[in-house]
T-cell receptor, first 113, second 113 residues
């Protein structure tokens, strides 16, 4: 099956700093990738759709200037959380579609102190 | 947009019993219904899916049924085992270019040995 990797798996940062999370499709190309946020014991909340070679599409309520998304190649999308605050602490998961199925990355646990 | 309701939020069963999780969707155009299993701190993994041209699909101890008229679909797990304990998410999506699934809120399944 298709494999999606994510890096880092966890990160702790100070309030006010920026954090970059990478999402890679390892054995297939993905013109579109998706970024989700998941709070403890809650469902996956779609944040944005990352489009290779064009601007990302953000869901309502998600600040595009705070969550910068870059999809520079067919196998890599990055999410940068800028000026992070404790309320940004969460589990961030990316996914990429292969045929009709979404394949998820292992997730990144972000803790902002 | 699509709205997916999932019930129950928590399900506790004894090992060997069956477990049933139900979902309803709102958009009659949805045509693809995957189910994901997510263990604590890990990525969601696709366990089974069904398309709108099929009423039932089975894979060993797992089965999914779809009622297009009523717009609901269900996950059935028979002979449950402790390792089945996890959070299960249903999703519904429309295949329009790169499809975006709408997830249910999740069901926490606990299988007691």
């Amino acid at each position: 099956g298709a494999v999606v990797s994510q890096h880092p798996s966890w990160v702790i940062c100070k309030s006010g700093t920026s954090v970059k999370i990478e999402c890679r499709s390892l054995d297939f190309q993905a013109t579109t990738m998706f970024w989700y946020r998941q709070f403890p014991k809650q469902s996956l909340m779609l944040m944005a759709t990352s489009n290779e070679g064009s601007k990302a599409t953000y869901e309502q309520g998600v600040e595009k200037d705070k969550f910068l998304i870059n999809h520079a190649s067919l196998t890599l999308s990055t999410l940068t959380v800028t000026s992070a605050h404790p309320e940004d602490s969460s589990f961030y998961i990316c996914s990429a579609p292969y045929t009709d199925t979404q394949y998820f990355g292992p997730g990144t646990r972000l803790t902002v102190l | 947009g699509e709205n997916v309701e999932q019930h129950p939020s928590t399900l506790s069963v004894q090992e060997g019993d069956s477990a049933v999780i139900k979902c309803t969707y709102s958009d009659s155009a949805s045509n693809y219904f995957p189910w994901y299993k997510q263990e604590l701190g890990k990525r969601p993994q696709l366990i089974i899916d069904i398309r709108s041209n099929v009423g039932e699909k089975k894979d060993q101890r797992i089965a999914v049924t779809l009622n297009k008229t009523a717009k609901h679909f269900s996950l059935h797990i028979t002979e449950t085992q402790p390792e089945d304990s996890a959070v299960y998410f249903c999703a519904a999506s429309i295949r329009v270019g790169s499809y975006i699934p709408t997830f249910g809120r999740g069901t926490s399944l606990i299988v007691h040995p």
